[in-house]
């Protein structure tokens, strides 16, 4: 999953070039398209409905990766 | 009999006392202070002193005067207004530490101690003292620097906890990131939070992390007496602290505790709930700025692409107007010939009156041979068809 923020500015970024800019249609519809993409991209990565828990148990070999889910109930 | 006269005034000179006491021989007053005063700052480097606070006196200068004592002796104090000016005013009978550099005053002769720091010892003072020593040591470091705080990430994909895994904080912490950015993913760290392992345990825990792609970092703990938190306070955890790669949100105690730990961190929040929500947007509110967005996209191409349209809309007046003479043209043609094959029509020439005459085939009787006698047929004529036979 590409990052939220880097989706969203560059999002923005179009949004910009093509409010201010005067754009061939070609590169207009380019723009456009991958706007409405990237959008499409933002929007479903919010529509993630549940917090993802993940617990780094306190063993001092496990070293880099969170290993396991914790489910609501783990608490 | 008698020493000569090195440096001073000797001991037990029997005749010679006149002469050592004579203008040559006696020191200043100014001499002999300024002389104590190098004995003293060269043998006295500045040390915390502790004491009862008497004789306080604060000038118009906003300089402080007073005495330190204890059972057995005391000693004249003075704190200047640069130095005190951020602290609450002492009264006489306050026992405290300060920190100070023992010197003479020369004016007066007074031995006395030049205060740079004070705190009270009557409320959690050791813990203080211990407190503003760390913090020194962190301040000279530059960990307290304001210009070292990082901005806090705007939509954080892995948050980190570090806090005692079973307390109210990590539930606050995970009820309030799941209400407002569900996005993101919440890594819990668990560490001892009080008790004698405290220290290596939170060390231990923000060590792990410093490994793990993480955006954002929370050191959560509930309120507590000033010794509860003290694994907050001490200068490994406020040094592991400021080491982390990722922007630290401190949320320790209650908002009127200040720890080392919330003093190092990049932000630090009044409460778990205030620490969640420093570290997440609002989906809603994302969710809102997405619709301004799609919507500004679409009117930005609309404009974008107007002139296109217009040219479009030009270019279909010009089609559409051609057509039409196109058509206007064809149109005349076609009435002419028309009015030409309607001259031709066998009907006109019934009309002038021809007849034809058909067999029940529908085949033409042209000939005498076609027609014997007794033959039926069918003539049409201009205004329909009759049967006839022949004679």
Redesign the interface.
């Known amino acids: 999953m590409a990052?939220?923020?880097k989706q969203?500015e560059r999002?923005?970024a179009?949004?910009r070039k093509?409010?201010s800019e005067?754009?061939d249609?070609d590169e207009?519809?380019k723009l456009?398209e991958e706007?409405?993409e990237r959008?499409r991209v933002?929007?479903e990565?919010?529509a993630?409905?549940?917090?993802?828990?993940?617990?780094?148990?306190?063993v001092?070999s496990?070293?880099?990766?969170?290993d396991r889910p914790?489910s609501p109930a783990d608490? | 009999m008698g020493q000569p006269l090195t440096e001073g005034p000797g001991p037990g000179a029997g005749l010679d006392l006149f002469a050592a006491a004579s203008t040559e021989g006696a020191w200043t007053v100014g001499e002999v202070t300024r002389r104590a005063r190098a004995v003293i700052e060269a043998g006295l480097p500045p040390l915390w002193v502790r004491g009862e606070i008497t004789g306080f006196k604060a000038w118009r200068s906003g300089h402080w005067y007073f005495s330190l004592r204890d059972k057995s002796a005391q000693i004249r104090c003075v704190m200047f207004a640069k130095q005190n000016y951020m602290l609450p005013v002492p009264v006489d009978g306050m026992q405290v530490f300060v920190f100070a550099k023992p010197s003479v005053y020369e004016e007066k002769g007074d031995f006395q101690l030049t205060v740079s720091e004070l705190l009270s010892t009557d409320r959690d003072g050791l813990w203080k003292l211990a407190f503003e020593k760390a913090k020194a040591s962190l301040m000279k470091d530059g960990l307290l620097d304001p210009a070292r705080k990082r901005a806090l990430?705007?939509?954080p994909?892995r948050i980190a906890v570090v806090t005692s895994?079973?307390g109210a904080v990590?539930?606050d912490i995970?009820s309030v990131?799941?209400r407002r950015?569900?996005?993101?993913?919440?890594?819990?760290?668990?560490a001892q939070v009080q008790g004698a392992k405290a220290e290596a345990s939170v060390c231990?825990a923000l060590n792990?992390?410093r490994?793990?792609p993480v955006d954002v970092l929370i050191v959560g703990r509930g309120g507590g007496s000033i010794e509860d938190l003290w694994a907050f306070n001490s200068e490994r955890v406020a040094r592991a602290v400021a080491a982390m790669p990722m922007p630290v949100i401190s949320a320790i105690g209650h908002e009127t505790d200040v720890t080392l730990c919330d003093l190092v961190a990049d932000y630090r929040a009044p409460t778990p709930s205030a620490a969640a929500e420093a570290a997440t947007p609002d989906?809603a509110e994302?969710?809102a700025?997405?619709g301004v967005?799609?919507q500004?996209?679409a009117r930005?191409?609309r404009?974008?692409?107007r002139h296109?349209v217009e040219r479009l809309a030009r270019t279909g007046d010009r089609l559409a107007r051609c057509m039409d003479y196109r058509l206007e043209t064809s149109g005349a043609r076609l009435t002419a010939y028309g009015a030409r094959l309607d001259a031709l029509s066998p009907l006109k020439v019934l009309a002038r009156g021809y007849s034809v005459a058909r067999d029940d085939q529908g085949t033409v009787l042209k000939s005498v041979a076609q027609l014997p006698s007794g033959k039926e047929f069918r003539l049409r004529v201009t205004d329909g068809e009759v049967n006839g036979r022949v004679q």
């Open positions: 990052e939220f923020s969203l999002l923005e179009i949004v093509l409010e005067d754009l249609l207009a519809l456009f706007g409405v959008l933002a929007r990565q919010l993630q409905a549940e917090l993802k828990v993940k617990k780094v148990l306190e001092e496990s070293p880099s990766a969170p914790v608490r | 990430p705007l939509f994909r895994p079973d990590l539930r995970q990131v799941g950015w569900p996005v993101a993913e919440l890594i819990v760290v668990p231990s792990r992390i490994r793990l989906r994302v969710l700025h997405c967005l799609g500004r996209l930005a191409l404009i974008a692409s296109v």
